[in-house]
């Protein structure tokens, strides 16, 4: 006698069509979290500092690179000011912003605006140190005000990196 093997029928699993997704946790940073406003209003906070020292000097005017540090501060604030408002609207109705455009928009803003400020600060910090150090005429002119306003800039786009990384990251992460 010879045995036979019995095939048994198993029953198929049902298909899953839409599997929903795993998503990972929201990073402090990302846009829509606490960490994004946080870093948001530093950025703000720092720019409008900035903005208000070097405008409330009489002669900024006269130097391009003070010039150029007070438009991109205040292309800083702008941006700073409507990425914390959206911050504040998606905190309050607990959602985050993941869509792939948004955060694209998010990471470039920020990417502009941090070079810019930055930039802004390098040359206005070149100038300072010519007036103060090479020229020695700091009587005469706003040095201590100058510097103020440079170093908050530098405050405002070391608060602004961040934000961009974060961004920037979460669009490379599959």
């Known amino acids: 006698m010879m045995s036979r093997p019995a ?15 795993v998503r990972m946790k929201d990073i402090q940073g990302m846009p829509g979290t606490l960490g994004s406003l946080i870093l948001r209003l530093c950025q703000l906070v720092f720019a409008v500092i900035s903005i208000c020292v070097m405008v409330t000097t009489s002669d900024f005017p006269s130097v391009t690179a003070f010039s150029y540090l007070v438009a991109a501060v205040g292309l800083q604030i702008i941006w700073s000011l409507v990425l914390a408002i959206a911050d504040v609207y998606a905190i309050l109705v ?39 150090n090479d020229l020695d005429k700091c009587k005469v002119n706003h040095c201590t005000r100058f510097m103020s306003a440079t170093a908050m800039a530098f405050l405002s786009w070391f608060a602004a990196s961040p934000s961009f990384f974060v961004n920037f990251w979460f669009l490379a992460s599959p």
């Open 7 to 21: 095939v048994h029928p198993v029953p198929i699993a049902p298909m899953i069509i839409g599997a929903p997704r």
């Open 94 to 132: 607990k959602r985050s912003y993941r869509n792939a455009a948004v955060v694209s928009l998010f990471a470039v803003g920020d990417g502009i605006t941090s070079t810019l400020t930055f930039a802004a600060a390098c040359a206005s910090a070149g100038i300072t140190v010519l007036i103060s």
